[in-house]
């Protein structure tokens, strides 16, 4: 997956990223762990795919979960979808299960993105 070009992409996808290639990435990341068949995964995306819209700088990468991911299991995720923030390549927070936009938010705004 060439990291360097994504923005946002829209489904969860299985292309394995490394954790040295998100570290090195700079600027401000979403990552968005979970499954396309996940009910919780589809039930929070209204809620994270309205705030990622309100902020042009924020990478959003949906990241394809599950036994064997190792990026998951780097990141310690256990419920979905789990999000995490990077802000250079280094986790700021993450928030498990949003439902309301405003979840997003208030961990979105544990950094600057001036847009």
Partial sequence: MNVNVIRSNSEYTEETLTLDELQALSGDILLDFGAPWCGHCKAARPAIDE?????SGLRHIKIYDGKGKPLGRKFKVKLW???VLLH???????LVRPLAPDEVRQLVSKIDLSD
Avoid: C, F, I, K
Avoid at 88 to 94: I, K
């Fill in 81 to 83: 979808p789990t999000l």
């Fill in 51 to 55: 705030v990622v819209s309100e902020h």
């Fill in 88 to 94: 250079a390549g280094n986790e700021v927070d993450r």
